[in-house]
């Protein structure tokens, strides 16, 4: 069991276990995996970097999950572009239809605004609570869901006039 401080060994172990995570969570944002990786590079380098200023372990998952949002939000400032989901969607379970609906879904999404994004990602593709969100962007659990019940009403209209 891993005690309360972080060494370099501690900090290896908990970014192998979170790394898939972090890496959808940056590709959720630049719909590109070039770009994910790269900015999970940079985010794992500059959380290496600052790790020892960590004082509790418990707060590793919210504090490194901060430090990607942060470096995808950056990344997409820096190369102003609009970002796109790739055409291939490799995984074989998903039909004709359901492609073009994750399509739709993704350019829906990305069509968001502010926080709102970002809210959704953590919401449904990382699967995490209204508090651990407020948590992650440091804000309050009701401005949380004040822009995630926006964001959603701007989802249900876009999808339904690409209907």
């Known amino acids: 069991m891993l005690d309360n401080c972080l060494d370099k060994n501690t ?15 940056a590709y959720m ?10 900015i999970v590079q940079e985010a ?5 970097l600052s790790f020892e200023k960590l004082k509790d372990l418990k ?11 942060n470096c995808s939000l950056d990344y997409i400032r820096k190369r102003k572009k609009l970002v796109f ?5 490799s995984s074989g ?4 239809d359901n492609k073009e609906e994750l399509i739709d879904l993704y350019n ?22 209204i ?19 926006k964001a959603l009403k701007e989802l249900r209209l876009e999808l339904k006039e690409e209907d």
């Open 93 to 96: 379970e998903y039909n004709a």
């Open 29 to 38: 944002h630049v719909k590109n995996s070039d770009d994910a990786l790269e």
């Open 44 to 48: 794992i380098y500059k959380a290496y």
């Open 108 to 129: 829906a999404i990305d069509k968001l605004k502010g926080n709102s994004k970002t809210i959704v990602i953590l919401k449904y593709f990382e699967g995490l609570t």
């Open 131 to 149: 508090n651990n969100i407020a948590e992650i962007l440091n804000c309050s659990v009701s401005k949380v869901k004040n822009h995630l019940h």
């Open 85 to 89: 989901l790739e055409e291939n969607i």
């Open 11 to 25: 900090f290896c172990i908990l970014i192998n276990e979170k790394k898939e995570s972090l890496y959808r969570m």
């Open 59 to 69: 707060y590793f998952n919210t504090w490194v999950t901060r430090i990607v949002i």
